[in-house]
């Protein structure tokens, strides 16, 4: 901008020694460039700034009236960089320090017009120079009002509009309170296509029908139906039939002939009602009546105004449950791998046991007793280890209780089938973690105790658990086997405490233990009081 009006000046003025004027306002404005955020420095730099801009205004127009230029009209040649300062107090939004400053501009451009004196009398009487200092001034307060109303708009906008992870809270709390307001407090697709059924058939005959949703790859699957007998439906969505036309157009549609791919015959009236939320088809309603022309236009009308709010009830069961599993398919993949290297291949011993007995069974008979003795035995095993399982499935951290006492719970139970004798230390603050990361923390701790019992080979067993939020620490060691000897299918239980770890931002730490045995240690944040310990000179004994 100074570039600017430095070339407008010599143009209007034809006279170098004017550009004075341009460096005094850089020298002006340097101060609030080289210290924008100071609360004096940057304010006073402007106010010099619209200082020396109206006194450059005056003395250039008057050079130029005198060169020949029309009347005053050469202020314009400086007063552009009036949107220098405004713009910066507009960008920091400051509009009151904007319009403070178009004020003592106009007040300067007033007193050096009044002052400065041209052929004819005063630079103020000419009319040129009024309405070119009038007509930036008037720019500059648009420019300033514009800027300050944008900015209220934004605002009311940025307070309508919540940022994504309060959107998620807010949308994950209706969904829990509108689950448990809904008629039997559940959101299952089934049962909401069941009762659409129901409420259908209060309005319209039908002998049969069914809802059906989208399963991917162009098919569709049926989630409810009724009738007297099952039907076989027509679910492919790239056939020549009414359901692939309502579900292509969104529109409902009735026919002459049975959706059936069994059906025997006779006559029949169909009519498909695509259920329609929002722009997206998420599944038809079909019903069918053995009668010609059952469905009249006043009944398709009757079934669409049930269909409609039926479509948002669905669309929200159907992500409802897909949230549902994709939150139980990381616990379903452990079971599955538990089960697999578990009670699976103990089964498969218990199978081959069995096999054993039945070709000793005629020959040697007390080879076979001492067989099925041994096939007991294992089944007992085999019992208690599902027992196990299921009660590490219903192991939760209680709100009273607390995390240790959890954690004190399992290693008794699970160290006194196995055998171990467990020493427990439990150091835990009135203070609790959040419940999803004493939920990971219990789960991190049964994987360890669980890992010792099958796969050490231990007698006892020291569980550690110190809780001062936001710090904890559980430690399991065992005097057992140790790392290198165990088996490999231990080694998933490990992966999944890694994982358990890392989404709680803790660290995982499993180390031999002298001299014998393995310790699996998870730690997260840092312990405050241990540091407060360290850093002071306790007294002898304590």
Same mark, same amino acid.
């Given at each position: 901008?100074l570039?600017?009006?430095?070339?407008l000046?010599?143009?209007a003025?034809?006279?170098?020694?004017q550009?004075w004027?341009?460096?005094?306002?850089?020298?002006?404005?340097?101060?609030?460039?080289?210290?924008?955020?100071?609360r004096?420095?940057?304010?006073?730099?402007r106010v010099?700034?619209v200082?020396?801009?109206g006194?450059a205004?005056?003395?250039?127009?008057?050079?130029?009236?005198i !060169?020949?230029t029309?009347?005053? $009209?050469?202020?314009?040649a400086v007063?552009?960089?009036?949107?220098?300062?405004?713009?910066?107090?507009?960008?920091?939004?400051?509009f009151a320090?904007?319009?403070?400053?178009?004020?003592?501009?106009?007040v300067?451009l $007033?007193?050096?017009?009044?002052?400065?004196q041209?052929e004819?009398g005063?630079?103020?009487a000419?009319?040129?120079y009024l309405?070119?200092c009038?007509?930036?001034?008037?720019?500059?307060?648009?420019g300033?009002y514009?800027?300050?109303?944008?900015?209220?708009?934004?605002?009311?906008?940025?307070?309508?509009?919540?940022?994504?992870?309060?959107e998620?809270?807010?949308l994950l709390t209706?969904?829990?309170?509108?689950a448990?307001q809904?008629?039997?407090?559940t959101?299952?697709?089934?049962?909401?296509s069941?009762?659409?059924?129901?409420?259908l058939?209060?309005?319209a005959?039908a002998?049969?029908?069914?809802?059906?949703?989208?399963?991917?790859?162009?098919?569709?699957?049926?989630?409810?139906q009724?009738g007297?007998d099952?039907?076989?439906w027509?679910?492919t969505?790239?056939?020549?039939s009414?359901?692939?036309?309502?579900?292509?157009?969104?529109?409902?549609?009735t026919a002459?002939?049975s959706?059936?791919?069994?059906?025997?015959?006779?006559?029949v009236?169909?009519l498909?009602?695509p259920l329609?939320? !929002?722009?997206?088809?998420?599944?038809?309603?079909?019903?069918?009546a053995?009668?010609?022309?059952?469905?009249?236009?006043?009944?398709?009308?009757r079934?669409t105004g049930?269909?409609?709010?039926a479509?948002?009830r669905?669309?929200?069961?159907?992500?409802?449950?897909?949230?549902?599993?994709l939150?139980t398919?990381e616990?379903?993949?452990?079971?599955?791998?538990?089960?697999?290297?578990g009670?699976a291949?103990?089964?498969?011993?218990?199978?081959?046991?069995?096999?054993?007995?039945?070709?000793?069974?005629f020959d040697?008979?007390?080879?076979?007793?001492?067989?099925?003795?041994?096939?007991?035995?294992e089944?007992?095993r085999?019992i208690?280890?599902?027992?196990?399982?299921?009660?590490?499935?219903?192991s939760?951290?209680d709100?009273?209780?607390?995390?240790a006492?959890?954690?004190?719970?399992?290693?008794?139970?699970?160290?006194a089938?196995?055998?171990?004798?467990v020493h427990?230390?439990?150091?835990?603050?009135t203070?609790?973690?959040p419940?999803?990361t004493?939920?990971e923390?219990?789960r991190i701790?049964?994987?360890?105790?669980?890992?010792?019992?099958?796969?050490?080979g231990?007698?006892n067993?020291?569980?550690?658990?110190?809780?001062?939020?936001?710090?904890?620490?559980?430690?399991?060691?065992?005097?057992?086997q140790?790392m290198?000897?165990?088996?490999?299918d231990?080694?998933?239980?490990?992966?999944?405490?890694?994982?358990?770890?890392?989404?709680?931002r803790?660290?995982?730490?499993?180390r031999p233990?002298?001299?014998s045995?393995t310790t699996?240690?998870?730690?997260l944040g840092?312990?405050a009081?241990r540091?407060?310990?360290?850093g002071?000179?306790?007294?002898?004994g304590?």
């Amino acid at each position: 901008m100074l570039a600017l009006i430095a070339i407008l000046t010599l143009f209007a003025t034809r006279d170098v020694t004017q550009l004075w004027w341009i460096a005094l306002l850089a020298v002006a404005g340097l101060p609030s460039l080289l210290a924008p955020q100071h609360r004096l420095v940057g304010p006073l730099s402007r106010v010099a700034e619209v200082v020396v801009l109206g006194l450059a205004a005056s003395q250039v127009a008057a050079e130029a009236s005198i !060169g020949g230029t029309v009347d005053g $009209l050469g202020a314009s040649a400086v007063l552009p960089y009036l949107a220098v300062p405004v713009t910066v107090t507009a960008l920091r939004r400051r509009f009151a320090e904007g319009a403070a400053l178009l004020v003592v501009t106009a007040v300067t451009l $007033l007193v050096s017009g009044a002052s400065t004196q041209v052929e004819g009398g005063a630079q103020l009487a000419q009319p040129g120079y009024l309405a070119v200092c009038a007509q930036w001034l008037i720019l500059a307060a648009l420019g300033l009002y514009a800027a300050g109303t944008l900015h209220q708009v934004m605002a009311v906008r940025g307070e309508g509009k919540p940022q994504p992870y309060a959107e998620a809270t807010r949308l994950l709390t209706q969904l829990r309170t509108v689950a448990r307001q809904l008629p039997g407090a559940t959101l299952d697709p089934g049962g909401i296509s069941e009762h659409l059924l129901e409420e259908l058939r209060t309005v319209a005959r039908a002998d049969r029908g069914a809802v059906l949703s989208a399963s991917g790859g162009g098919r569709l699957v049926v989630l409810a139906q009724a009738g007297v007998d099952r039907v076989d439906w027509e679910t492919t969505l790239d056939a020549d039939s009414a359901i692939a036309d309502a579900w292509a157009t969104q529109q409902a549609t009735t026919a002459a002939r049975s959706q059936s791919r069994s059906h025997r015959g006779g006559e029949v009236s169909a009519l498909i009602v695509p259920l329609v939320a !929002g722009v997206r088809t998420v599944g038809l309603v079909v019903l069918e009546a053995d009668a010609t022309h059952a469905y009249p236009p006043p009944v398709v009308a009757r079934v669409t105004g049930l269909t409609r709010p039926a479509a948002l009830r669905l669309e929200a069961a159907l992500l409802f449950d897909e949230v549902r599993s994709l939150a139980t398919n990381e616990e379903r993949q452990r079971l599955a791998r538990e089960i697999h290297d578990g009670v699976a291949q103990e089964l498969v011993m218990v199978g081959y046991g069995i096999d054993n007995a039945l070709a000793t069974v005629f020959d040697d008979a007390d080879e076979t007793a001492e067989a099925l003795r041994t096939l007991r035995g294992e089944v007992t095993r085999v019992i208690q280890e599902l027992r196990l399982s299921l009660f590490e499935l219903r192991s939760e951290v209680d709100r009273q209780g607390g995390l240790a006492a959890a954690i004190a719970e399992y290693a008794r139970t699970v160290g006194a089938s196995g055998g171990l004798r467990v020493h427990l230390s439990l150091d835990e603050s009135t203070a609790r973690l959040p419940a999803a990361t004493e939920a990971e923390l219990l789960r991190i701790a049964q994987e360890a105790v669980t890992n010792a019992r099958k796969h050490a080979g231990a007698s006892n067993l020291w569980v550690t658990c110190e809780v001062d939020p936001p710090y904890a620490q559980i430690e399991v060691s065992d005097d057992g086997q140790g790392m290198a000897d165990q088996r490999p299918d231990g080694r998933y239980g490990l992966a999944i405490m890694a994982e358990r770890a890392e989404r709680i931002r803790g660290r995982l730490e499993i180390r031999p233990r002298q001299p014998s045995g393995t310790t699996v240690a998870v730690v997260l944040g840092t312990s405050a009081r241990r540091d407060n310990v360290r850093g002071s000179a306790a007294p002898e004994g304590e």
